[in-house]
């Protein structure tokens, strides 16, 4: 299970919404090992894709010096779905490299950049297979919730 304080759930929102209909991605990062997803780090979608995202190579590598000097990992890699559901495609899956980490998929398809809910779902993704998991999003994170 995901466990998100409400902050972080509603920056990704306003990401994916905001760059819609180019999909949106960016990783949250928290301290080694402890599955705590405390600071949301939007990355430039470098494909410029609806259908698409890449990290910037050199924007994630600085991002992996930074995570490696502040003792954090990578705990969700999430992005947008524009036009489809919050899916893995099967080049998402092919990309999935942090096999501890949350995949969070946000479609915007329904409203757009507009005011509306969108589809927000969490995946762990390992060697190919799929599960989708279940996502709680609380006030704050407490201690008991890491």
Known sequence: ????????YDAIVAHAKRDHPVEACGIV???????????VIEMVNAA???????????ELLELYKELWDRDE???????SHTATEAYPSVTDINLA?????????????EHGN????????SYRIID???????????????????
């Not at 299970?1 to 972080?8: F, G, H, R, S, V």
């Not at 928290?30 to 405390?38: L, V, W």
């Not at 990992?73 to 992005?79: A, D, I, S, W």
């Not at 996502?135 to 994170?141: A, D, G, N, T």
């Open 1 to 8: 299970m995901l466990t998100i304080d409400q902050a972080t």
């Open 29 to 39: 990062a928290g301290p080694e090992g402890s599955d705590r997803a405390e600071r």
């Open 114 to 121: 507009n005011e509306g809910p969108v589809e927000f779902r």
């Open 97 to 109: 490299s942090e096999p501890g980490a949350h995949y969070v998929l946000v479609s915007t398809r």
């Open 128 to 146: 190919g297979a799929v599960t989708e998991e279940e996502v709680s999003v609380v006030p704050s994170l407490t201690r008991s919730e890491s």
């Open 73 to 79: 990992e990578p705990v969700v890699v999430y992005h």
């Open 48 to 58: 410029g894709s609806p259908t698409f995202y890449e990290f910037d190579s050199t």
